[in-house]
């Protein structure tokens, strides 16, 4: 298993963020060269020297997802320098906020739609092209994608758009021996989580948490590594039949 992914190279779009990053880490180790692109600079240069330090192949390419100029960027940086794109991890996304829908603000459902939705459409445009035939798609949506939340309108609704884009571009790309699939991560325990926690109850966020663990029947927020571990799967030739499917890894939370 160590280099089943040598000489594959990966686009990674939110790719400084913890699912991103662990991904871009651990395609790395098994051979993958990776490009990793998100809007922050300053922590796409940390992420890097990180990898350097442990001599990962990842490059880095700084860019905005809702815009077309920075997203054909990204696609040139990944072609530029390493040849092709084999695999795309469209993942880059925001959370929003929690509020009622009558009182959730309207800037901030156009920026949760313009990166979750927007950014993901961009990705698949201008990636389709370029992507080599008999390659890998796989797109962030979330259990949010499958089920309503109260007060998070902006993100549910977002999530369950990404899983539309998916099955459009499943159902285009099979002709071409390309897969498209959704990963549905639970609660992540990360700092979208942290963030959605405290905005269901301020400044009682752990109590959140500890209301989410009862109600997942393994009792525990997923690591961003058992989403990476499913992400990888798809990419693999493991899951060479797996096309315009919904892959969730919530720990029973929605059954």
Known sequence: MENRFKDKVVLITGG???IGFITAKKLAEQGAKVMITDI???VLKQKQHEAASENLQIQYVQADVTKAEDVKKYVDACINTYGKIDF????????GKVKPMHEYPDEVFDKV?????KGVYLGMKHVIPKIEDGGSIVITS?????????GMVAYITSKHATIGIMRTAA???GKRKIRVNTVNPGVVDNRM???????MNPGNGEEVKKSFEKQIPLQRYAEPEDVSNMVMFLFSDESKYANGGVFVVDGGLSA
Do not use: K, W, Y
């Open 113 to 117: 739609m313009a990166v979750n939705v």
């Open 88 to 95: 795309f991890f469209n993942n880059a996304g925001i959370e």
């Open 40 to 42: 922050n600079e300053d």
């Open 16 to 18: 400084s963020g913890s």
């Open 142 to 150: 979330s259990v949010a994608g499958l089920q309503g939340t109260p």
């Open 193 to 199: 989580m942290r963030s959605l926690e405290d905005g």
């Open 171 to 173: 159902l285009e790309l």
